[in-house]
């Protein structure tokens, strides 16, 4: 069975201070990997996506990597805002379609002043 | 563009009732679907359309039906409400249905059932 599991559950930092999230995925085949940001009581918003030739994708302040050997990927998150207050989702696909995609729990991450 | 919007935002069953969660988009887009969102758990798909008049089950479809009359709307509805389907609803967009098309999601409906 396809999954997705996220680490940590949940997260506190300091504003300012760095922090990396983790996602290791036993999806197979592999088609992409793609990191959403949840804000509470909102919709998932895309941040990036990545397919298995690439290993390396930014957005802003926000960095994702991933190593399709080793079946993992993680999201890097560089000078950390208020605003970064979130569930941060990774979905993996495990095929060309949209209804081919599992979903992780999500990491709630909480950036304190 | 007001993208993806959902009405209600949120609601409150009787086991044994029904109602339509309603989902519109306003981007033209082909492919819409429906999640839930259960604590602990990743995103579930209910149901997907590739485009009015055509919609399929995806992983729990049961207690669910949906239609996909024109392009814009694709309701949601709960035939007989059962505490099991207390959860947050979403529905998403996306130009078209490849695992590669971004989605766009609504701001969800967060349903009780008593």
């Known amino acids: 069975k396809n999954q997705v599991e996220q680490s940590p559950q949940s997260l506190i930092i300091l504003e300012g201070k760095n922090c990396t999230l983790q996602?290791?995925?036993?999806?197979?085949?592999?088609?992409?990997l793609r990191w959403y940001k949840q804000d509470t009581g909102r919709g998932p918003v895309s941040l990036t996506i990545?397919?298995?030739?690439?290993n390396t994708k930014s957005n802003g302040r926000y960095t994702a990597t991933l190593d399709a050997d080793t079946k993992q990927s993680s999201l890097h998150i560089t000078a950390s805002q208020l605003s970064d207050s979130a569930s941060y989702i990774c979905?993996?696909?495990?095929?060309?379609?949209?209804?081919?995609?599992?979903f992780g729990s999500g990491t709630q991450l909480t950036v304190l002043p | 563009n007001a993208g993806v919007t959902q009405t209600p935002k949120f609601q409150v069953l009787k086991t044994g009732q029904s109602m339509t969660l309603q989902c519109a988009q306003d981007?033209?887009?082909?492919?819409m679907s429906w999640y839930r969102q259960d604590p602990g758990m990743g995103l579930r798909l209910i149901h997907y359309?590739?485009?009015?008049?055509?919609?399929d089950q995806g992983e729990v479809p049961n207690g669910y039906n949906v239609s996909r009359s024109t392009t814009e709307d694709f309701p949601l509805r709960l035939l007989s409400a059962a505490p099991s389907q207390t959860s947050v609803y979403f529905c998403?967009?996306?130009?078209?249905?490849?695992?590669?098309?971004?989605?766009?999601f609504g701001p969800g409906t967060r349903l009780t059932v008593l």
């Open positions: 998403a967009s996306s130009y078209g249905g490849r695992a590669i098309d971004t989605q766009y």
């Open positions: 996602c290791n995925y036993t999806v197979s085949p592999f088609s992409n």
């Open positions: 990545m397919t298995f030739s690439e």
């Open positions: 979905v993996v696909s495990g095929g060309g379609s949209a209804r081919q995609l599992t």
């Open positions: 981007m033209n887009h082909e492919y």
């Open positions: 359309s590739v485009g009015a008049g055509i919609t």
